[in-house]
C-alpha cells in the first residue's frame, strides 16, 4: 500500500488528463464447457426433449435425499425402512416440540435438497432469477427511501447485480482481480479513501493502492491531489466510508473530472450512494457498489454473501473470476438469507424475534478454536455451572467423557510412534538423526461442543445465535470434530473448513504460497484456473496414472531448475474426475515416495473419496480407495517414508460429489507443514464461512462412520444402476443404427463415464459436432476440452463425456442415450458427406473417352503435373514441421504420414 509522503517527486499536476473513455475490459470468453452449456440451455427446444450430459451436478435421486435428511434430522432407523423415509420424515416433522422448530426443520429440508446442484453463474439465472435476487431487486426498488434501479437480465438484458460468495471483502477481491487482469487500460491503479485494505484482499492486484490515511481531516483534498499527480495512470477511487452529502457530491464531481471510475464498498443504502451523485449527472455507469446484507439490517451479519452492482461488463467478468476461483456462489447462504428476508427484500424482523433472537446472545462457553486453527490453550474451557438449561449440564459430561477418552488416544499414539520408531531404527541405524514427531500440546482428537445436544436442540442454538461470531467458531469445531471422526487419518491439529470449493483451496495456496506451477495428471479438470501455469503428464493407454512419466517429468523440472520445488507442485486427483478411473496405491505410492523425500509438495484433490461405481457385492470387495494421506501413513509405518516428509503432502477433500452437495460450496483441508498453514489460514480470514452449509455437513457427520457409509454406499449404487442403464442402451442398438460404433467407457470412481466413438473419421471435428449438438439442446462436452497432450488427444478427439448425475432416472437416462446415439451418428455423416471426396465413376461415359489418344496424352500430363504438385505439398508440410518442432521429436508423432497422405489432402 502506497503512503502519500512518497508521490511528491512523481509526475506533475500538469500533464493532460485523457479523454478516452477508461473502462473498457477485454472481451470475457468462456469456457469451452460454459460455451456449450450456454447454448444448450438457451435452445429453442422443449425442456423435456433436451438432453443434458453436460451438466456436472452430483446424483439427485429421491430416496438418497431422504436419507441424507434422516440422518441430519437424528431419527433413528433401520435401512429397511427407507422405502418409508416419506412417512417417517412427516412423523419427525408432526413431532416438533413447536410450530418454530418445524418451520426450521422444513427450512433445512428444502436447503438440503437446494445444495445438491451447483447455483448459476453470478447466483442466478435471468429466466428464472430466484427468490433472493428478487428480494434484493425489490429492496432496491421499493424497500429503501430512494430507488435506484439495475439490470437483472429481463427480457434479454445484460445483468447488473452479481451474487458473491464469502462477503464484501471476497468481492472487493475478485473485483480487484478483474480490474488487473481485463482491463485494456493501464490505468489500473486505485485511490483508497481512506486506510489501507487488508493484504488477503489486495495479495493478486500488481498495481499501486494509495491510501489517504484514516486520520485525515480533508479527505477532498487528499483525494484530489492524488488524481492531479497520478491522473493518467489512476483509474478508480475506491470509498470505503460514508461520507456526507457535500463530500460525496464533491467526489462525484472529482470523478466524473479526472475519468476514474468509483468502487463504493461501503454499504451504502440508495440515499447515500455515490451512484445517486454521479447518476444524477447523467453517468450511472462510473460506480461499481459492492454491499453485504448487513446494508438491509446490521444483524444480517449471518450470511457469506455479498452483492456487486454496476456497469454489466464489470459484473460480467467477476462471475468468471469467481467461478475460476471459487467456483459458483453458495446455495445453502443464499437460502438462509432469502429466509430472513421479506417480499420486499426487508429485513423479517418477526421472523427474527420468532427465532429467539430479540437481543444479542452473551459470549457462550462452548470450547472455541480460532479459524482453521486448533491450538487454542482454552480448548477445553469448562461450561459456566450457572447455565440456567440442561444443554450446560450436559455438556460438561460429555466433555468429562471425552477428556477421558482422548487421554487414552494420546498414550495410545505416543506409543504407536514410538514402538514404529523403534522398528525403524533396528532396521536402518542412520535414522535415528530423524526428527521426532511433535506430540500434539491439546488432545490429539477434536472435541465436539454440541456433542451433548440433539440434532433439535443444535437447529435450535444455530437459529438463534445467527448473528454470534463465537457460535460459528463452535459450529466450525463440531463439524471438523465429526468430520475427523469419520476420517481419522487426517490430523485433528491440522485440518479446518473452507467456504468454497476446492478449487478455491487451489487458489488460495497459489496466492499464499507463491505458487507458480503445477504438473498434473493429462485429462484433469481444469486446474488451469488456479495455477498460473500447468504441465500436463500423459496417462498410461488405459487413462490411469503413470508414476514413472510423472516422476520423469518432476525431475525434468528440477534438473531445469533445482529450486523448482519452492514454487512448483505436484496435483494429484484420485479417483481421476475426469476420466472416472481409479488408479492404483502402487503407483500413488511411488509417486509420493520419490516427491515428499525430495521436498516436493504433493496436494491430493479429493474431489471423489470413496466413490466405486460398481455392483454393491463388487464395491465392497473394492473399498477403501484410499486417500494419498492414507498410503503415506502406511508407508510411515512400514518405514518407507520418513515422518518429515510426510509434512510435504496436502489434501484438500471437496463435499461436493462426495456428500452430493455441490452447491453447498464446502471443503476440509489437511496441512501439516504449520508454517504453510498459518499463511493459508491468513490469506483466508476475511473469507466469511457459509454457516448453513456448516451445518448440514455437521449434522451429517456427527451421525458417525456408519451410517455416512451407508449413505455412500446407496450413492454409489444409484450410479451403478444409472451406469449400467447407459451400457445396456448403446450396447442394443443394431450395427445399422450405429455405423460408427458408438460405445459407453464405464466410470469406475467418478460419474463421469465416456461415450466413445471407435470408428471416428479422422477427418471429422469432434468439437464442432458438439456446438452441433449444443444448438439442438444436446449438452455434450468433448474430451478434447480437458485434452493437453497427443497422447490424449488421440483418445479425447472420439470421445465425449457424459455424466450419471442430475435428476433423471436409470429408465429415462437409456432413453435420452438412445436418441443421443441417434442424433451423434447423423451428425457424424453430415460431416462426413461435406468432407467426402466424391470421385468419377471408373465405368461409363468416360471410360471410352479416356481411351482416345489425345485425351489420353494429356490425363498422362496431368497427372504428372498433379504428382509433382503433391510432391510440392509434402515439401512444404515437411519443412512447416520442421520449423516448429525438430526431426526427433516428428518421428514420435503417431500417424504422421497418415496425417499427410490422408488427412491433409481430404481437407485440402
Given at each position: 500500500m502506497a503512503n502519500l509522503s512518497h508521490i511528491s517527486s512523481q509526475p506533475s499536476a500538469t500533464q493532460s488528463v485523457s479523454t478516452k473513455f477508461p473502462f473498457e475490459l477485454r472481451k470475457v470468453r468462456p469456457s469451452r464447457i460454459a460455451e456449450i452449456s450456454r447454448?444448450?440451455?438457451?435452445?429453442?427446444?422443449?425442456?423435456?426433449?433436451?438432453?443434458?450430459?453436460?451438466?456436472?451436478?452430483?446424483?439427485?435421486?429421491?430416496?438418497l435425499?431422504?436419507?441424507?435428511?434422516?440422518?441430519?434430522?437424528?431419527?433413528?432407523?433401520?435401512?429397511?425402512?427407507?422405502?418409508?423415509?416419506q412417512t417417517l420424515l412427516q412423523e419427525f416433522l408432526q413431532g416438533c416440540d413447536t410450530p418454530k422448530l418445524r418451520q426450521l426443520w422444513e427450512l433445512i429440508f428444502a436447503t438440503a435438497e437446494k445444495a445438491i446442484a451447483y447455483m448459476p453463474t453470478g447466483g442466478y439465472s435471468p429466466k428464472a432469477p430466484g427468490t433472493l435476487i428478487r428480494q434484493f431487486r425489490n429492496w432496491l426498488l421499493a424497500g429503501q427511501d430512494?430507488?435506484?434501479?439495475?439490470?437483472?437480465?429481463?427480457?434479454?438484458?445484460?445483468?447488473?447485480?452479481?451474487?458473491?460468495s464469502g462477503g464484501p471483502q471476497e468481492a472487493l477481491k475478485l473485483l480487484l482481480q478483474v480490474i488487473e487482469e481485463y482491463l485494456l487500460n493501464e490505468r489500473k491503479n486505485i485511490v483508497v479513501a481512506s486506510g489501507s485494505l487488508d493484504p488477503a484482499v489486495c495479495r493478486a492486484f500488481k498495481h499501486k493502492l494509495f491510501a489517504v490515511p484514516e486520520s485525515s481531516d480533508d479527505i477532498l483534498s487528499e483525494v484530489e491531489f492524488l488524481l492531479r499527480q497520478w491522473q493518467n495512470q489512476v483509474g478508480f477511487v475506491l470509498v470505503r466510508k460514508i461520507y456526507p452529502e457535500i463530500v460525496r457530491k464533491e467526489l462525484a464531481r472529482l470523478a466524473l473530472a479526472h475519468q476514474v471510475m468509483i468502487i463504493e464498498a461501503n454499504d451504502a443504502s440508495n440515499a447515500v450512494s455515490l451512484a445517486k451523485e454521479i447518476g444524477l449527472e447523467g453517468q450511472n455507469d462510473r460506480v461499481l457498489r459492492i454491499v453485504s446484507p448487513q446494508v438491509i439490517d446490521p444483524r444480517l451479519v449471518c450470511t457469506g454473501v455479498a452483492f456487486l452492482m454496476g456497469r454489466y461488463d464489470f459484473v460480467e467478468a467477476l462471475n468468471l473470476v469467481h467461478f475460476k476461483k471459487k467456483g459458483t456462489p453458495s446455495a445453502t447462504e443464499i437460502k438462509l438469507l432469502s429466509f430472513l428476508l421479506n417480499e420486499l427484500g426487508q429485513f423479517d424482523e418477526k421472523r427474527w424475534i420468532n427465532l429467539g433472537n430479540t437481543?444479542?446472545?452473551?459470549?457462550?462457553?462452548?470450547?472455541?478454536?480460532?479459524?482453521?486453527?486448533?491450538?487454542?490453550?482454552?480448548?477445553?474451557?469448562?461450561?459456566?455451572?450457572?447455565?440456567?438449561?440442561?444443554?450446560?449440564?450436559?455438556?460438561?459430561?460429555?466433555?468429562?467423557?471425552?477428556?477421558?477418552?482422548?487421554?487414552?488416544?494420546?498414550?495410545?499414539?505416543?506409543?504407536?510412534i514410538a514402538s514404529h520408531l523403534s522398528e525403524r531404527w533396528e532396521n536402518n541405524p542412520n535414522l535415528t538423526e530423524e526428527k521426532l514427531p511433535s506430540v500434539p500440546t491439546r488432545l490429539s482428537a477434536r472435541h465436539d461442543p454440541f456433542a451433548g445436544l440433539s440434532a433439535s436442540e443444535v437447529v435450535e442454538e444455530f437459529f438463534s445465535h445467527l448473528d454470534d461470531p463465537h457460535f460459528l467458531a463452535h459450529l466450525d469445531q463440531a463439524f471438523l470434530a465429526a468430520f475427523?471422526?469419520?476420517?481419522?487419518?487426517?490430523?485433528?491439529?491440522?485440518?479446518?473448513?473452507?467456504?468454497?470449493?476446492?478449487?478455491?483451496?487451489?487458489?488460495?495456496?497459489?496466492?499464499?504460497?507463491?505458487?507458480?506451477?503445477?504438473?498434473?495428471?493429462?485429462?484433469?479438470?481444469?486446474?488451469e484456473d488456479a495455477f498460473p501455469k500447468t504441465i500436463a503428464v500423459p496417462l498410461d493407454s488405459d487413462l490411469r496414472l503413470n508414476a514413472e512419466r510423472m516422476i520423469a517429468a518432476v525431475q525434468s523440472r528440477l534438473?531445469?531448475?533445482?529450486?523448482?520445488?519452492?514454487?512448483?507442485?505436484?496435483?494429484?486427483?484420485?479417483?481421476?474426475?475426469?476420466?472416472?478411473?481409479?488408479?492404483?496405491?502402487?503407483?500413488?505410492?511411488?509417486?509420493?515416495?520419490?516427491?515428499?523425500?525430495?521436498?516436493?509438495?504433493?496436494?491430493?484433490?479429493?474431489?471423489?473419496?470413496?466413490?466405486?461405481i460398481a455392483k454393491p457385492e463388487e464395491r465392497a470387495a473394492r473399498l477403501p480407495v484410499k486417500s494419498c494421506r492414507e498410503i503415506a501413513n502406511e508407508m510411515v509405518r512400514q518405514g518407507q517414508l520418513s515422518i518429515t516428509a510426510s509434512t510435504n503432502l496436502i489434501t484438500i477433500c471437496s463435499i461436493s460429489k462426495t456428500d452430493c452437495k455441490a452447491g453447498a460450496r464446502l471443503a476440509v483441508y489437511e496441512i501439516l507443514d504449520e508454517k504453510l498453514r498459518n499463511k493459508f489460514e491468513q490469506a483466508l480470514h476475511t473469507v466469511e464461512k457459509n454457516r448453513m452449509a456448516l451445518l448440514l455437513s455437521y449434522l451429517f457427520y456427527r451421525r458417525g462412520s456408519e451410517r455416512v457409509q451407508q449413505f455412500w454406499a446407496?450413492?454409489?449404487?444409484?450410479?451403478?444402476?444409472?451406469?449400467?442403464?447407459?451400457?445396456?442402451?448403446?450396447?442394443?442398438?443394431?450395427?445399422?443404427?450405429?455405423?460408427?460404433?458408438?460405445?459407453?467407457?464405464?466410470?469406475?470412481?467418478?460419474?463421469?463415464?465416456?461415450?466413445?466413438?471407435?470408428?471416428?473419421?479422422?477427418?471429422?471435428?469432434?468439437?464442432?459436432?458438439?456446438?452441433?449438438?449444443?444448438?439442438?439442446?444436446?449438452?455434450?462436452?468433448?474430451?478434447?476440452?480437458?485434452?493437453?497432450?497427443?497422447?490424449?488427444?488421440?483418445?479425447?478427439?472420439?470421445?465425449?463425456?457424459?455424466?450419471?448425475?442430475?435428476?433423471?432416472?436409470?429408465?429415462?437416462?437409456?432413453?435420452?442415450?438412445?436418441?443421443?446415439?441417434?442424433?451423434?451418428?447423423?451428425?457424424?455423416?453430415?460431416?462426413?458427406?461435406?468432407?467426402?471426396?466424391?470421385?468419377?465413376?471408373?465405368?461409363?461415359?468416360?471410360?471410352?473417352?479416356?481411351?482416345?489418344?489425345?485425351?489420353?496424352?494429356?490425363?498422362?500430363?496431368?497427372?504428372?503435373?498433379?504428382?509433382?504438385?503433391?510432391?510440392?505439398?509434402?515439401?512444404?508440410?515437411?519443412?512447416?514441421?520442421?520449423?516448429?518442432?525438430?526431426?526427433?521429436?516428428?518421428?514420435?508423432?503417431?500417424?504422421?504420414?497418415?496425417?499427410?497422405?490422408k488427412y491433409l489432402p481430404e481437407r485440402l
Open positions: 447454448t444448450a440451455a438457451e435452445a429453442n427446444v422443449p425442456k423435456e426433449q433436451k438432453i443434458e450430459f453436460h451438466i456436472g451436478n452430483p446424483i439427485q435421486d429421491e430416496y435425499d431422504r436419507l441424507y435428511n434422516l440422518l441430519i434430522s437424528g431419527i433413528d432407523f433401520e435401512l429397511t425402512q427407507l422405502e418409508n423415509s430512494e430507488a435506484l434501479d439495475y439490470s437483472i437480465g429481463e427480457n434479454g438484458q445484460p445483468t447488473e447485480i452479481a451474487i458473491v437481543t444479542r446472545k452473551s459470549k457462550q462457553n462452548f470450547p472455541i478454536s480460532s479459524i482453521g486453527n486448533n491450538n487454542s490453550e482454552n480448548s477445553h474451557e469448562e461450561v459456566s455451572a450457572a447455565s440456567p438449561t440442561p444443554m450446560g449440564l450436559k455438556q460438561f459430561f460429555q466433555i468429562a467423557q471425552n477428556v477421558g477418552r482422548y487421554t487414552a488416544e494420546v498414550v495410545t499414539r505416543v506409543a504407536n475427523q471422526q469419520v476420517h481419522p487419518q487426517f490430523n485433528a491439529d491440522c485440518i479446518g473448513s473452507l467456504s468454497g470449493s476446492a478449487r478455491m483451496g487451489l487458489s488460495t495456496m497459489v496466492e499464499a504460497w507463491g505458487l507458480r506451477e503445477a504438473l498434473i495428471t493429462d485429462l484433469s479438470w481444469s486446474v534438473a531445469t531448475d533445482p529450486q523448482w520445488p519452492e514454487y512448483g507442485v505436484v496435483v494429484i486427483n484420485n479417483p481421476h474426475n475426469t476420466t472416472g478411473r481409479i488408479n492404483s496405491e502402487d503407483a500413488i505410492a511411488k509417486i509420493l515416495q520419490f516427491c515428499l523425500e525430495n521436498g516436493i509438495r504433493v496436494i491430493d484433490d479429493l474431489s471423489y473419496f470413496d466413490v466405486i446407496l450413492r454409489d449404487q444409484r450410479m451403478w444402476q444409472r451406469m449400467e442403464a447407459l451400457q445396456n442402451a448403446v450396447s442394443e442398438i443394431s450395427t445399422e443404427e450405429n455405423p460408427f460404433e458408438l460405445t459407453v467407457i464405464p466410470a469406475e470412481g467418478a460419474m463421469y463415464p465416456h461415450l466413445l466413438v471407435k470408428r471416428m473419421p479422422l477427418y471429422v471435428s469432434i468439437d464442432k459436432i458438439a456446438s452441433s449438438l449444443a444448438v439442438k439442446g444436446i449438452g455434450l462436452i468433448p474430451m478434447t476440452a480437458f485434452a493437453r497432450s497427443e497422447e490424449s488427444f488421440e483418445y479425447a478427439n472420439r470421445c465425449f463425456r457424459l455424466t450419471l448425475g442430475g435428476t433423471l432416472s436409470a429408465n429415462k437416462m437409456a432413453v435420452k442415450v438412445r436418441r443421443l446415439v441417434t442424433e451423434l451418428t447423423r451428425q457424424v455423416r453430415r460431416e462426413v458427406e461435406h468432407y467426402t471426396l466424391h470421385r468419377l465413376p471408373k465405368n461409363g461415359v468416360l471410360s471410352d473417352l479416356v481411351k482416345h489418344p489425345d485425351v489420353k496424352a494429356n490425363f498422362q500430363r496431368y497427372e504428372t503435373q498433379l504428382n509433382n504438385l503433391i510432391e510440392q505439398i509434402y515439401q512444404l508440410v515437411d519443412a512447416h514441421f520442421h520449423k516448429w518442432a525438430p526431426r526427433s521429436q516428428i518421428d514420435k508423432i503417431k500417424d504422421y504420414r497418415e496425417f499427410v497422405e
